[in-house]
């Protein structure tokens, strides 16, 4: 644990931090003020939960809808075992790939890795998809475009 572990504390910004940023200029500042302290002290809790392992990341969840991305396709792909860490290298650092999930697969379903894609056409993720799959070199996988979205939120940390 990072050197000035307090659980109780840890909790209470990891839940500030779930909950989301204001939106302006300095959002941690302002997270600070309420926690009682100061931006400085908070990011460097934040810094030691993230070198700890107790964050493992922290990003925007991006309504995509609102900022132009109007296709998505979810793709599942048939990777080799053995290539499951090479497949993650690919995908790792694409701005386009909002989730990545490996999953048991079955002998009536094969595919058991999952990628979701966002674009701002149908045409722009199946370039991607493309993309993906010349540098991996694999042509086995399903395309699933999404339809419509029934429900999305962050997870509810209440209670935990």
């Known amino acids: 644990m990072h050197a000035k572990s307090n659980y109780e504390a840890d909790n209470r910004i990891i ?10 200029s300095r959002p941690f500042l302002t997270l600070a ?3 009682g ?14 070198a700890d392992g107790v964050i493992r990341r922290y990003g925007a969840v991006v309504r995509h809808d609102q900022v132009g991305y109007s296709s998505n396709v979810l793709v599942a792909w048939k990777i080799p075992e053995e290539r499951i860490d090479e ?35 149908k045409d722009e993720c199946l370039s991607v ?8 070199r694999i042509k086995e996988y399903t395309l699933l475009f999404t339809k419509r979205e029934f429900k999305k939120r962050k997870l509810d940390l209440e209670g935990l």
């Open 15 to 24: 839940r500030c931090l779930h909950r989301g940023l204001a939106i302006e």
């Open 33 to 35: 003020q309420e926690l």
């Open 37 to 50: 302290t100061t931006e400085d002290e908070l990011l460097e809790v934040i810094r030691s939960l993230i």
């Open 87 to 121: 497949f993650e290298a690919v995908i790792q650092d694409l701005t386009e790939v909002s989730h990545g999930y490996e999953r048991v697969s079955y002998p009536e379903w094969r595919y058991n890795v999952y990628t979701m894609i966002h674009g701002h056409s």
């Open 129 to 136: 998809v493309e993309r993906i799959s010349s540098a991996i």
